[in-house]
């Protein structure tokens, strides 16, 4: 009893390729079949039990087929948020007192279950759900999700292991509580990983949690709870309230006992969030940790010295990959007048039009529709505009069809003015804007790309002239909390490349690290005096 485990050191999940002929393509193709032939319920899940929320019913469709209805689900009301809230107070005490290598090895089990028998179910629910290419959702609702359930067991044994110096004659010890109350994890819709990842990092550290995943990650939303349940995750632990989160507002986020808000998504939504915690301050028993990930305007800049092949495949990846909605995709690129002039813009141009969006249960594609009618309005708003801007001209891509999915062509905008909307505001949509500058112009364009946009969260320098590489992270130090050297600025791995950065963009906390972990305790210091003082007098009083 009472060992100082250790735990098992962590390893990222291999990416398998799904390629023509492989078991897991088969496998994974039979499993897409059954979760497109059946319509679900999609429940909330409070206290272990499972339930349609009070409000208003919703189909839960497949981004690129929207007549396909994957399940039904329902707005929570005020009511079925506070018993969720209700749910997780009445199981803190018990989770609290569960030993770390118990909780840790309900993470670990889920890791192992997503990896196996829950590969194709997670994989599959990503790509139907949210349009993914079986390639896009392996790399994170299956490989990123089991590394931040390993490496957070990893990191939470670090912190436990931070202990303080005694002294002859006291002990002192740190105890890591969980914090006094609840936490909230409210999670977007591009990422399955970070769905998982927000309830899961606290209740690990022995948080209980009230999680409200998007509704258009609903349908990968309600099978990871299975899988976590399967797990062995108590009841009561994490309870999933479904809808659009304006209760959880009203209820979760103003509960006294809320202790922290775990949340990803828009820039506009966390400050809203942030708003209604601040208003509330006077409410609450603690100060609630406040953790937040949010948007971003990620550019590439190419020196006159980078590979051009390298900066177009980046670009064309960086951009395009799961339809540009992702927080770190490229979406504003600086190009060098030699280079663009060389060749580079037409095998940006090439490169661009080779790729196709289509139906991802069919792998040719390279990616899908974007999520929904809310994101394929803005972005056809955002293309119309450039066909109407002066300073703009589109060079590749540019139609859009929602007739049967919401569909977006990859499309590279160029830009003669850096500040033009086009280079400052996150679209989130499969959008890039090119900037040529003039060769002589590397530091002044590298002081606009980082005054241009207000976020700082990914950011990538192509070059091979090691000043310039230099100049650019002195210059951009502040401009991104990713910064990637002849690399795309997506595709960040637990362990390897911790996630986060400022401004913006968020509290820069890194998902995927210890820094992350560390805001799920509350440290208590003890320090016991084995052979306490018997008198109050001090030496020097004579
Ligand atoms: N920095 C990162 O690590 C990171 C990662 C993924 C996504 N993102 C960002 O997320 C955004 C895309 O995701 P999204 O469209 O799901 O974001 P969003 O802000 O629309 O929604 C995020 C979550 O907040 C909820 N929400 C919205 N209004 C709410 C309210 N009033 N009360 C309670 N909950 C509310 C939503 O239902 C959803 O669950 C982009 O801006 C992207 O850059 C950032
Ligand atoms: N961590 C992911 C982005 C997550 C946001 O959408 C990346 O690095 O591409």
């Known amino acids: 009893m009472d060992a100082i485990t250790s735990v098992p050191v962590p390893a990222n999940e291999p990416v398998k390729s799904y390629a023509v002929g492989t078991a897991e393509r088969e496998s994974l193709k039979k499993r897409l079949a059954e979760l497109q032939a059946e319509s679900v319920e999609l429940t909330m899940t409070i206290g272990g039990k499972q339930r349609m929320a009070g409000g208003e019913r919703f189909n839960v469709v497949q981004p690129h087929n929207h007549s396909h209805v994957l399940g039904v689900c329902a707005q929570a009301t005020n009511e079925d948020v506070a018993e969720a809230v209700r749910a997780a107070k009445d199981a803190a005490a018990d989770w609290a007192a569960t ?17 196996g028998p829950w590969r194709d179910t997670i994989n599959g629910a990503t790509m139907l759900g949210q349009s993914k290419s079986v390639h896009q959702a392996e790399i994170e609702a299956v490989c990123e999700m089991a ?32 914090l006094d109350g609840f936490v909230t994890a409210i999670t977007p819709f591009n990422f399955s990983a970070i769905a998982a990842n927000l309830p899961t990092a606290p209740a690990l550290m022995g948080n209980t949690v009230v999680w ?43 509960d006294p006992d809320l202790a922290g808000l775990h949340f990803t998504g828009s820039t506009a939504t966390f400050k809203k969030l942030w708003k209604t915690i601040g208003e509330n301050l006077d409410n609450y028993r603690s100060y609630p940790r406040i953790v ?14 980078a590979d051009p092949a390298k900066v177009v495949t980046a670009l064309v990846r960086g951009a395009f990959e799961y339809q540009g909605q992702k927080c770190s995709a490229a979406s504003r690129a600086y190009v060098p007048r030699s280079l663009w002039e060389s060749g580079l813009r037409e095998k940006l141009i090439t490169a661009t039009n080779d790729i196709t969006y289509g139906d991802p249960t069919d792998f040719s594609h390279f ?58 505001t996150e679209y989130f949509g499969p959008i890039m804007a090119v900037h040529v500058y003039e060769d002589n112009r590397y530091s002044e364009i590298l002081d606009t790309i980082d005054e241009t946009s207000p976020y700082a969260l990914t950011g990538a320098v192509f070059a091979t002239d090691r000043d310039a590489i230099q100049q650019a992270h002195r210059q951009l130090r502040h401009a991104a909390g990713n910064f990637y050297v002849n690399d795309k600025p997506t595709g960040s791995i637990v362990g390897r490349q911790p996630f986060g950065g400022g401004r913006a963009s968020g509290t820069n906390d890194k998902a995927g690290s210890m820094f992350n972990i560390q805001r799920w305790v509350n440290p208590r210091a003890i320090k016991e005096t084995f052979d306490a003082p018997t008198h109050h007098a001090y030496p020097h009083q004579g």
């Open 367 to 424: 990616g899908g529709a974007v999520i929904d009618a809310r994101a394929f309005a803005k972005h056809k708003a955002a293309i119309d505009r450039a066909r109407n801007e002066s300073s703009l001209e589109i060079l590749a891509g540019g139609e859009y069809d929602d007739s049967v999915g919401y569909f977006v062509q990859p499309t590279v905008l160029l830009g003669d003015d850096p500040y033009d909307e086009a280079f400052t």
């Open 99 to 115: 030993p770390f290598d118990e909780r840790a090895a309900v993470m670990l089990r889920a890791a192992d279950l997503l990896s």
């Open 292 to 305: 937040g990930e949010t948007g971003g305007k990620d550019f590439v800049v190419a020196h006159p010295s």
């Open 147 to 178: 590394d931040f359930l390993r490496f957070n067991v990893h990191f939470a044994r670090r912190i436990l292991a931070e202990q303080p110096v005694s002294v002859p004659g006291e002990w002192n010890r740190m105890e890591y509580r969980p």
């Open 212 to 254: 409200k995943p998007t509704p258009t990650q609903q349908f990968a939303a309600h099978h990871t709870m299975r899988m976590l349940e399967a797990a062995g995750l108590p009841p009561g632990v994490i309870n999933m309230v479904t809808g659009d989160g304006q209760a959880v507002s009203e209820v979760a986020l103003t």
